[in-house]
């Protein structure tokens, strides 16, 4: 069965400083990885994802994360936050092995950018 | 616009009612899913659809929910009988198939009282 952990309820950034949010996953195959933003009443956003290729996935709004196979990880990171990017982050795996198709999400980590 | 839409936003149900809830993806979008979000959680995946073929319902929490796609574009989700436990977002989002990434609708966010 695949999982995604996010360790963290909540990560707290002054603005301009650079933030991290954390994920780890666990699959049988290969895994595919996704970030979504959940702004407050609104549906999910997507906001980058890794599939293969080079470990250092960029994506929208300044967002990139770290692929690293050995930790099992893919962590968001930001080199300079912004008010704007308070919001809820959410971390999502798709195994396919098999050609199985479900996506599994963490439980989310809210980002609050402080001014 | 071109996003995934849902209806209603908002359902208020009695205990034991059914509720239908709408989701139109994306045109040309293959895959469609539907979620389950609770308060404070992440969405909990509940069905997937390939065009019209249910391929994956294993996350259905039980008999008195159903979905259907019977032309591979619109979807219903029914519950039927509402519990209280049933108060969630439901999410849809569809999808090429693949490694793409989903589009997710806005939700419904359904209340059992």
């Known amino acids: 069965a695949q999982s995604v952990a996010q360790p963290e309820d909540q990560v707290n950034v002054a603005e301009g400083n650079p933030l991290t949010v954390k994920c780890t996953y666990s699959?049988?195959?290969?895994?595919?990885l996704f970030w979504y933003v959940q702004y407050p009443n609104r549906g999910l956003q997507f906001l980058l994802k890794y599939i293969t290729g080079d470990n250092l996935v960029k994506g929208s709004y300044g967002f990139e994360a770290e692929f690293n196979k050995s930790q099992t990880s893919f962590h968001l990171k930001k080199p300079s936050a912004l008010v704007s990017d308070s919001a809820l982050y959410f971390c999502a795996v798709r195994d396919y092995s098999g050609g199985y198709q479900k996506v599994t999400f963490g439980t989310g980590t809210k980002l609050q950018v402080i001014p | 616009g071109a996003g995934v839409s849902q209806s209603p936003r908002y359902k208020v149900a009695k205990r034991g009612q059914d509720v239908a809830l709408r989701c139109d993806p994306i045109?040309?979008?293959?895959?469609l899913f539907w979620y389950q979000q609770a308060l404070g959680q992440g969405p909990e995946f509940l069905t997937y659809f390939q065009n019209e073929a249910q391929l994956d319902k294993s996350g259905l929490p039980s008999d008195r929910f159903f979905a259907e796609r019977p032309e591979g574009s619109v979807s219903t989700l029914k519950i039927q009988r509402t519990q209280q436990e049933d108060s969630a977002v439901y999410l849809c989002a569809s999808s090429f198939p693949g490694f793409y990434e989903q589009y997710f609708g806005p939700g419904t966010r359904l209340t059992v009282t």
């Open positions: 699959v049988s195959g290969n895994p595919y």
């Open positions: 045109s040309g979008h293959v895959s």
